[in-house]
């Protein structure tokens, strides 16, 4: 039996079954725009906020200049009134410098304006004097000028060509002038050459006689009338009185002196004669120290000795002489005035 062919179907694909509310539905919607005007006084606005700038800026200026204005005067006014001349020093006097001799330095006029001063000027004034190390000067308004004067210490005399005061710190400072030596020691052993020429070495030696000098005077000890300081650094002492020489050499001062206060204990009253010591030897660990020493016989003591023995006794009798003139004079006034009536 004959089969009916198959008949072909073909159905419709579903894509192409588009419904067309559907699509109308998924497409996007155009939506009309419109033109936005710019907002209305902007120019006038930006203008409002330049004139309060201006406004600010010519605020500001009249300010700055006020108080110009007002320094300035204010200003000339403290330069030129009355109230701020200079009327008052306050300044303790030195040894050296005294009231005269420190408005002499500071040479202000008068009716100076305390205001119109340099003080560093003034200061440098003050210790154009050699005898001023260092000086201060400071005001306190409205007129009084205040003065700090330090003065050099003199230690030693140094005797480089020429005589100088040499102060503590190792500085000469001034020409040596009559009266001004008093009981300082001279420095010898430099040359006015080697002052100029090398004063790094000079410096060390007149260090190293600074030194000896502050030793010294550590203890009661005769006075020095010199110390020698060789281009090696070697030192001797001599003293005032008899001329004794010490031989300290390079060696440590303390050692020295050491050396030389045993042997003046040991010598008593003798060692006023001393003549020479050897005080730079060296202790030998196995060995006892030693100190080398010469004396002045009785007959050959220096005449310096004898002189200043005599100019002390003849100073001790006008002593003497002097006090019993004035109990004298003093009796003779007081009997007088016994004598005579209370009416009187």
């Given at each position: 039996m004959a089969t009916r062919p198959e008949r072909a179907i073909r159905k419709r694909p579903r894509a192409a079954q588009v419904n067309?509310?559907?699509?109308?539905?998924?497409?996007?919607?155009?939506?009309?725009?419109?033109?936005?005007?710019?907002?209305?006084?902007?120019g006038n606005g930006v203008l409002r906020r330049i004139g309060r700038f201006g406004v600010r800026v010519a605020i500001a200026g009249g300010v700055v200049y006020g108080v110009l204005v007002g320094?300035?005067?204010?200003?000339?006014?403290?330069?030129?009134?009355p109230r701020f001349e200079v009327r008052a020093l306050e300044y303790r006097a030195t040894a050296h410098v005294d009231e005269r001799r420190l408005r002499e330095l500071l040479a202000i006029a008068p009716g100076t304006n305390i205001l119109s001063l340099e003080?560093?000027?003034?200061?440098?004034?003050?210790?154009?004097?050699?005898?001023?190390a260092r000086a201060v000067v400071t005001r306190e308004l409205?007129?009084?000028?205040?003065?700090?004067?330090?003065?050099?210490?003199?230690?030693?005399?140094l005797a480089a060509g020429a005589m100088v005061l040499l102060s503590s710190e190792g500085e000469p400072f001034k020409l040596l002038e009559s009266g001004e030596r008093g009981?300082?020691?001279?420095?010898?052993?430099?040359?006015?050459?080697e002052l100029l020429g090398n004063p790094s070495a000079v410096n060390a030696r007149i260090a190293r006689a600074l030194e000896i000098i502050a030793g010294w005077g550590s203890k009661k000890r005769p006075i020095l009338s010199e110390i020698h300081i060789d281009q090696f650094g070697g030192a001797t002492l001599y003293t005032e009185k008899i001329g004794t020489q010490l031989r300290l050499g390079r060696g440590d001062l303390g050692e020295a002196l050491a050396r030389y206060d045993a042997l003046r204990a040991a010598m008593g009253e003798e060692s006023d004669k001393l003549a020479v010591a050897h005080l730079d030897g060296s202790r030998r660990p196995d060995a006892p120290e030693r100190?080398?020493?010469?004396?002045?016989?009785?007959?050959?003591?220096?005449?310096?000795?004898t002189q200043a023995?005599?100019?002390a006794a003849l100073e001790a009798t006008e002593r003497?002489?002097?006090a019993a003139g004035v109990a004298a004079t003093a009796k003779s006034a007081r009997e007088p005035a016994r004598r005579i009536p209370r009416h009187h």
């Amino acid at each position: 039996m004959a089969t009916r062919p198959e008949r072909a179907i073909r159905k419709r694909p579903r894509a192409a079954q588009v419904n067309s509310r559907r699509v109308a539905r998924h497409e996007p919607a155009v939506v009309p725009t419109r033109s936005v005007a710019p907002p209305r006084g902007r120019g006038n606005g930006v203008l409002r906020r330049i004139g309060r700038f201006g406004v600010r800026v010519a605020i500001a200026g009249g300010v700055v200049y006020g108080v110009l204005v007002g320094a300035r005067e204010g200003y000339a006014y403290a330069t030129t009134s009355p109230r701020f001349e200079v009327r008052a020093l306050e300044y303790r006097a030195t040894a050296h410098v005294d009231e005269r001799r420190l408005r002499e330095l500071l040479a202000i006029a008068p009716g100076t304006n305390i205001l119109s001063l340099e003080l560093d000027t003034l200061a440098e004034r003050v210790t154009a004097d050699p005898w001023v190390a260092r000086a201060v000067v400071t005001r306190e308004l409205p007129d009084t000028l205040q003065v700090v004067v330090e003065e050099h210490k003199p230690a030693a005399v140094l005797a480089a060509g020429a005589m100088v005061l040499l102060s503590s710190e190792g500085e000469p400072f001034k020409l040596l002038e009559s009266g001004e030596r008093g009981q300082l020691p001279v420095v010898t052993g430099v040359g006015a050459t080697e002052l100029l020429g090398n004063p790094s070495a000079v410096n060390a030696r007149i260090a190293r006689a600074l030194e000896i000098i502050a030793g010294w005077g550590s203890k009661k000890r005769p006075i020095l009338s010199e110390i020698h300081i060789d281009q090696f650094g070697g030192a001797t002492l001599y003293t005032e009185k008899i001329g004794t020489q010490l031989r300290l050499g390079r060696g440590d001062l303390g050692e020295a002196l050491a050396r030389y206060d045993a042997l003046r204990a040991a010598m008593g009253e003798e060692s006023d004669k001393l003549a020479v010591a050897h005080l730079d030897g060296s202790r030998r660990p196995d060995a006892p120290e030693r100190v080398v020493a010469s004396f002045f016989p009785a007959k050959d003591v220096p005449e310096l000795v004898t002189q200043a023995e005599e100019r002390a006794a003849l100073e001790a009798t006008e002593r003497a002489a002097a006090a019993a003139g004035v109990a004298a004079t003093a009796k003779s006034a007081r009997e007088p005035a016994r004598r005579i009536p209370r009416h009187h």
